[in-house]
């Protein structure tokens, strides 16, 4: 939970959920970026077989993410 607090002091958030497929089973991870009053979307991904493979790939961004 430490990590997203961290993040969060930097303007950035990651949301992670099922997609509208369910069937497939699969998720999409979304990494958000706090501009001007709105959180706005700047990096997306999908297609992934479990909850927890989406945080790894969304954490794995910003360790190299210049916000």
Known sequence: MEKLFNILKRNL??????SMDTKSNEW???VYKYKEG???PELTEG??????D????????LD???A
């Open 38 to 40: 709105e959180w706005m």
């Open 54 to 61: 989406a945080y790894l790939w969304a954490f794995g961004q």
């Open 28 to 30: 999409i991870a979304a």
């Open 13 to 18: 958030w990651i949301e992670v959920s099922p």
């Open 64 to 66: 190299n993410y210049e």
């Open 47 to 52: 297609n992934f077989r479990t909850a927890q």
